[in-house]
């Protein structure tokens, strides 16, 4: 990227003098002058990230690109985008960690020393995402699900440890210290930070990745952040930057103020309903306008979370006194506080409620229309107001058996009632509001119905604390909502099992269980393997339909509970106003909780009890069923591109999640993949989660689309995680067959409908399609992360045209697909020859386009993805020798 012939800086470092200070900063206002408030802040954003970090020709072209976008609201040029910290959770850096400890291995292999491979800036990796609500409703449900999560989780743990101190920069927040992105808002975030450059201290934006798709929550307190596949962030580690297209910047103009009963969850909820219906899929979003001064940033950060589930790569608000607020109230020093403000200010980055840049497109949103809302049953992006459940409910047309001993639950019993997600337990005020209303249910002496499941995880230790101290704590264990950990819990799929009654009646066919949930993400089988329908909502609703207990009840007309004595309780009577919150808010209030109640956590005895090796190369063990080095890790994997025709291995519909691909679930006992842990010896009882083993490919290989509700449609009433194997007309597990068509040399590839990959960030959905051997994945289009997960595993994206997906494509089995995508045929958005040859002789051809972006990803793809780039890369640098790639395909 250095430009060896340039002689003069057209962008050079100016002096940021500060209470004393002489640091290097990039003046945008002197650089740009009137053109950079035409820009949206996240543009201007960027815009001193790659002037910092580009160079030569290749920076001049893109700041013209970047100034020229004021004009059109578009462009087609991309940028580099170097973020100063990655942040992990467990079960994404354990596949990265695993990748990074087998490169060693190949770097060993090739006659380099294996400790030259460190990431190169900071990575946080928080253990969150593997807590599940076992133990509830009792004082000690925090210990004991603590407890279950080591013990179950060691061999994992052991090796994130051994991680922490091999490699250089990886820092791990133990079970018990939050969610990832609290934890992110709370202690890492520091909006305005400073790096060492050039033997000079810069002050620069706080900028970072997360390999976690709510990564953009950080947004809500100026932190441009974004999700990316664990893939990317490998390769932002080891010092390549991450490509993009310069966004597209969606200006969501917010107007008015929330009124009395709605809440941060009512807004993030309408807006990811009216984003999503004008598809704002892979763009910027940025808020501006005279709304968004009435929000606190806890408010804010509610809304920026929500950006995957809204579509967007994220979802900004720019720096002002509420961010300063925030920080002050969560134990920021006050000096770090001037020094953001006077850096935002001085950078043209402080927000400014009259100011409308130009932004691509614009939608306006009127805060004080927003009304109490949910999102259900099966996608975030559908909207109801908090009456409307049962009409959804009766939609989905459930007819009841008659049952005796399941007479007493309703049709749609409360089977999970969670509070729960770094979304709705970051902001203190859905928490208070969530206590209010146990105060008021248990005063009236209102209890949770016998068979509902109720459970609070906040993002945050310190939540504890300003709960205890606003008299909270006590009321919400008395209803049954008492804290039982701090982590993902039941938003990731870890509510434990249900109670006995629900299950029971799911088997009678007596009813079907509803989730209740303060989370993000609602799709069937998210939150439960055994529910098919959840309701997102606020905290405090949580409470009210978790005493309900029956998900059909109409909380605006009818009671909550009835009591002994006949007298109906509302909601009305439960809810709590603006002003109780806020005087519970002021009570509970201490800055000094969050670091202390963090450290404490941090200091979590059983976490540093367990023994990890402190060698270079991790001590893989041949018996383990959790920790394997994975083939493809290796510097002789091969480019996938080529000419060829290949079988469909899977052809399935519209909206793919991350979840149908690569399950994150509890392992059912009776399926394929438990028999393959059981076979070696692990116990059939406590088999835990898939995501608990994406540090064994072999298992993770198996697990690939096992999922009840994803529909194969290469042939009617196929089994789960079967497909059919074209050649003989057998219907076997997935990967047998995928091994059939390696074995006999026929290469394979991936048909799908619509958005293939939406939902969680997991590189594991990739890298098992890599395992089974799949080249290409054709589909009408993709989710912005899969698609980047996909090329860095070195499989090609290829975008049908409309009209030619998988039900018009109508593939029968024999028809194969030709793909000519060599290595020179491979360009950003190029045109690509498909044809279907037809098993009856017919050919098809398909005017399909490659789903890449960027050069780099094009580079990415002829070196067969991510890992082999980094390996060759740095066998390189150090002077060893690569072996050739053990595969050449046509
Ligand atoms: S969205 Fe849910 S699973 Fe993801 S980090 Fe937040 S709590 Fe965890």
């Known amino acids: 990227m250095e430009n060896t012939n340039e002689t003069r800086d057209d962008f050079p470092a100016a002096l940021f003098e500060f209470?004393?200070?002489?640091?290097?900063?990039?003046?945008?206002?002197?650089?740009?002058?009137?053109?950079?408030?035409?820009?949206?802040?996240?543009?201007?954003?960027?815009?001193?990230?790659?002037?910092?970090?580009?160079?030569?020709?290749?920076?001049?072209?893109?700041?013209?690109?970047?100034?020229?976008?004021?004009?059109?609201?578009?462009?087609?040029?991309?940028?580099?985008?170097?973020?100063?910290?990655?942040l992990m959770h467990d079960t994404t850096s354990t596949p990265a960690l695993v990748d990074i400890a087998a490169m060693r291995?190949?770097?060993?292999?090739?006659?380099?020393?294996?400790?030259?491979?460190?990431?190169?800036?900071?990575?946080?990796?928080?253990?969150?995402?593997?807590?599940?609500?076992?133990?509830?409703?009792?004082?000690?449900?925090?210990?004991?699900?603590?407890?279950?999560?080591?013990?179950?989780?060691?061999?994992?743990?052991?090796?994130?440890?051994?991680?922490?101190?091999?490699?250089?920069?990886?820092?791990?927040?133990?079970?018990?210290?939050?969610?990832?992105?609290?934890?992110?808002?709370e202690q890492l975030a520091t909006v305005v930070t400073t790096e060492e450059r050039d033997g000079a201290t810069w002050i620069v934006p706080d900028m970072m990745i997360g390999t976690d798709s709510h990564?953009?929550?950080?947004?809500?307190?100026?932190?441009?952040?974004?999700?990316?596949?664990?893939?990317?962030?490998?390769?932002?580690?080891?010092?390549?930057?991450?490509?993009?297209?310069?966004?597209?910047?969606?200006?969501?103009?917010?107007?008015?103020?929330?009124?009395?009963?709605?809440?941060?969850?009512?807004?993030?909820?309408?807006?990811?309903?009216?984003?999503?219906?004008?598809?704002?899929a892979?763009?910027?979003?940025?808020?501006?306008?005279?709304?968004?001064?009435?929000?606190?940033?806890?408010?804010?950060?509610?809304?920026?979370?929500?950006?995957?589930?809204?579509?967007?790569?994220?979802?900004?608000?720019?720096?002002?006194?509420?961010?300063?607020?925030?920080?002050?109230?969560?134990?920021?020093?006050?000096?770090?506080?001037?020094?953001?403000?006077?850096?935002?200010?001085?950078?043209?980055?402080?927000?400014?409620?009259?100011?409308?840049?130009?932004?691509?497109?614009?939608?306006?949103?009127d805060l004080d229309a927003i009304g109490m809302h949910v999102a259900g049953p099966r996608r975030p992006q559908d909207l109801l107001s908090y009456a409307d459940i049962?009409?959804?409910?009766?939609?989905?047309?459930?007819?009841?058996?008659?049952?005796?001993?399941?007479?007493?639950?309703?049709?749609?019993?409360?089977?999970?009632?969670?509070?729960?997600?770094?979304?709705?337990?970051?902001?203190?005020?859905?928490?208070?509001?969530?206590?209010?209303?146990?105060?008021?249910?248990?005063?009236?002496?209102?209890?949770?119905?016998?068979?509902?499941?109720?459970?609070?995880?906040?993002?945050?230790?310190?939540?504890?604390?300003?709960?205890?101290?606003?008299?909270?704590?006590?009321?919400?264990?008395?209803?049954?909502?008492?804290?039982?950990?701090?982590?993902?819990?039941?938003?990731?799929?870890?509510?434990g099992p249900l109670t006995e009654p629900v299950r029971q009646a799911q088997v009678d066919g007596h009813s079907k269980a509803v989730a209740i949930l303060s989370g993000n993400r609602?799709?069937?089988?998210?939150?439960?393997?055994?529910?098919?329908?959840?309701?997102?909502?606020?905290?405090?609703?949580?409470?009210?339909?978790?005493?309900?207990?029956?998900?059909?009840?109409?909380?605006?007309?009818?009671?909550?509970?009835?009591?002994?004595?006949?007298?109906a309780v509302h909601l009305a009577d439960l809810w709590p106003t603006r002003e109780e919150i806020a005087t519970h808010l002021a009570l509970g209030a201490?800055?000094?909780?969050?670091?202390?109640?963090?450290?404490?956590?941090?200091?979590?005895?059983?976490?540093h009890a367990l023994e990890a090796p402190s060698t270079p190369l991790f001590p893989w063990d041949a018996a383990s069923t959790a920790l394997r080095r994975p083939p493809f890790a290796a510097v002789t994997e091969g480019s996938l591109l080529g000419h060829y025709a290949a079988y469909p291995l899977m052809v399935v519909g519209?909206?793919?999640?991350?979840?149908?691909?690569?399950?994150?679930?509890?392992?059912?006992?009776?399926?394929?993949?438990?028999?393959?842990?059981?076979?070696?010896?692990?116990?059939?009882?406590?088999?835990?989660?898939?995501?608990?083993?994406?540090?064994?490919?072999?298992?993770?290989?198996r697990a690939a689309f096992h999922s009840k509700t994803l529909v194969n449609m290469l042939a009617p009433g196929l089994p789960l995680a079967h497909t059919l194997h074209v050649p003989s007309g057998d219907v076997q597990p997935i990967w047998d067959v995928a091994q059939r068509y390696r074995e006999a040399g026929d290469s394979v590839v991936l048909v799908a409908g619509e958005r293939y990959g939406t939902g969680s960030s997991r590189d594991w959905a990739a890298k098992g399609q890599r395992l089974l051997g799949i080249r290409a994945v054709l589909a009408l289009s993709f989710e912005r992360i899969h698609r980047s997960n996909l090329i860095g595993m070195g499989i090609l994206p290829l975008r049908l045209p409309a009209g030619t997906g998988p039900q018009a494509l109508a593939l029968a089995p024999g028809d194969r697909i030709e793909i000519t995508a060599g290595p020179a045929d491979i360009a950003p958005r190029a045109s690509v020859a498909v044809r279907v040859l037809r098993a009856d002789g017919r050919i098809e051809p398909i005017a399909a386009t490659a789903a890449v972006e960027t050069q780099l990803e094009v580079d990415l793809l002829r070196q067969g993805g991510v890992i082999p780039a980094i390996l060759k890369q740095t066998i390189a640098a150090h002077g060893g020798k690569a072996p050739e790639p053990a595969h050449a395909l046509a």
């Open 390 to 495: 049962g009409r959804a409910l009766d939609a989905v047309g459930f007819a009841a058996k008659a049952s005796v001993e399941a007479a007493a639950m309703p049709r749609h019993p409360v089977g999970i009632a969670a509070i729960t997600s770094c979304t709705n337990t970051s902001d203190p005020a859905l928490l208070i509001a969530a206590g209010l209303v146990a105060r008021k249910a248990r005063r009236l002496g209102l209890a949770v119905p016998h068979w509902v499941k109720t459970s609070m995880a906040p993002g945050s230790p310190a939540a504890a604390s300003y709960l205890e101290r606003a008299g909270l704590l006590d009321d919400l264990d008395a209803v049954g909502f008492g804290i039982v950990g701090y982590g993902c819990t039941t938003c990731i799929g870890n509510p």
């Open 590 to 607: 201490d800055p000094a909780d969050y670091r202390r109640d963090f450290k404490i956590a941090s200091a979590n005895p059983l976490w």
């Open 215 to 280: 990564t953009p929550m950080v947004n809500g307190i100026g932190v441009l952040g974004w999700g990316v596949g664990g893939l990317e962030a490998q390769t932002v580690m080891f010092g390549m930057p991450t490509m993009l297209r310069i966004p597209d910047v969606i200006g969501v103009r917010l107007v008015g103020s929330l009124q009395p009963g709605s809440l941060a969850t009512d807004l993030a909820l309408t807006v990811t309903q009216r984003l999503r219906a004008i598809g704002v």
């Open 19 to 86: 209470e004393g200070q002489s640091l290097r900063w990039m003046d945008l206002p002197t650089l740009f002058g009137d053109r950079l408030p035409c820009l949206p802040v996240v543009l201007r954003l960027l815009l001193e990230n790659l002037l910092r970090n580009m160079r030569g020709d290749e920076r001049r072209a893109a700041v013209a690109a970047l100034l020229a976008w004021i004009d059109t609201g578009t462009s087609e040029a991309e940028i580099a985008f170097q973020p100063g910290r990655v």
């Open 654 to 701: 519209d909206d793919i999640t991350t979840d149908h691909i690569s399950p994150a679930s509890a392992i059912p006992p009776d399926s394929l993949v438990a028999d393959f842990l059981v076979a070696r010896g692990d116990d059939r009882r406590d088999l835990n989660v898939f995501a608990s083993r994406r540090g064994n490919w072999e298992v993770m290989m």
């Open 105 to 185: 291995n190949a770097l060993a292999e090739a006659g380099v020393d294996p400790s030259v491979l460190n990431p190169g800036l900071p990575v946080d990796v928080s253990v969150d995402h593997s807590l599940a609500v076992e133990a509830f409703a009792q004082k000690n449900a925090p210990t004991l699900n603590l407890q279950h999560e080591i013990r179950r989780n060691q061999e994992r743990y052991r090796f994130l440890r051994w991680a922490s101190k091999a490699l250089t920069g990886v820092h791990i927040n133990p079970p018990g210290t939050g969610i990832m992105h609290t934890i992110n808002l």
């Open 522 to 567: 609602n799709f069937p089988g998210r939150v439960h393997p055994d529910i098919e329908l959840s309701f997102i909502m606020s905290p405090p609703l949580v409470v009210a339909f978790g005493l309900a207990g029956d998900a059909e009840r109409d909380l605006s007309a009818q009671p909550v509970q009835t009591l002994p004595d006949g007298r």
């Open 282 to 365: 892979g763009e910027f979003v940025e808020y501006f306008g005279p709304g968004v001064a009435t929000l606190t940033a806890g408010e804010r950060a509610v809304v920026a979370n929500m950006a995957p589930e809204y579509g967007a790569t994220t979802g900004y608000f720019a720096i002002d006194q509420s961010t300063l607020d925030y920080l002050r109230a969560t134990g920021r020093a006050e000096a770090h506080l001037r020094r953001v403000e006077a850096y935002a200010r001085r950078a043209g980055l402080w927000f400014d409620p009259e100011a409308t840049p130009r932004y691509t497109r614009t939608i306006e949103i």
